[in-house]
């Protein structure tokens, strides 16, 4: 059975870090593409990083360049997305998507399976 779970979400002012982790089973990880995506009120939802399989080739979206890094341990069967310099924009849903084309892409419809998302809100 395949499970994405997300974890690390929370309040956090802005200027703050988070470090979100997607854990995942019933696949193996170095196959696919892991991507993390977020959705705020009222808007679609829209990629933010991703890592290929294999040689783990990562994108971000140019909004969170410099500012966010997506990593895998695949020991642990995990997929971090560290968060830095956190803007109220930023508030959102996250979740983490896995795509066993095992490119990235920010086609939604690619991705095989879904987490359930884990909230991040940026508010002082």
């Known amino acids: 059975q395949v499970q994405l779970v997300e974890s690390g979400g929370g309040l956090v002012q802005p200027g703050g870090s988070l470090r979100l982790s997607c854990s995942v089973s019933?696949?193996?990880?170095?196959?696919?593409?892991i991507s993390w995506f977020r959705q705020a009120p009222g808007k679609e939802r829209e990629g933010v990083s991703c890592?290929?399989?294999?040689?783990?080739?990562?994108h971000h979206a140019n909004s969170v360049k410099g500012r966010f890094t997506i990593s895998r341990n695949s020991a642990k069967n995990t997929v971090y997305l560290q968060m830095h310099n956190l803007k109220p924009e930023d508030t959102a849903i996250y979740f983490c998507?896995?795509?066993?084309?095992?490119?990235?892409?920010?086609?939604?419809?690619?991705?095989?399976?879904w987490g359930q998302g884990t909230q991040v809100t940026v508010s002082s």
């Open positions: 998507a896995a795509a066993s084309i095992g490119f990235c892409t920010w086609y939604v419809g690619e991705y095989n399976y």
């Open positions: 019933g696949f193996t990880l170095d196959t696919y593409a």
């Open positions: 890592i290929s399989n294999g040689e783990a080739v990562t």
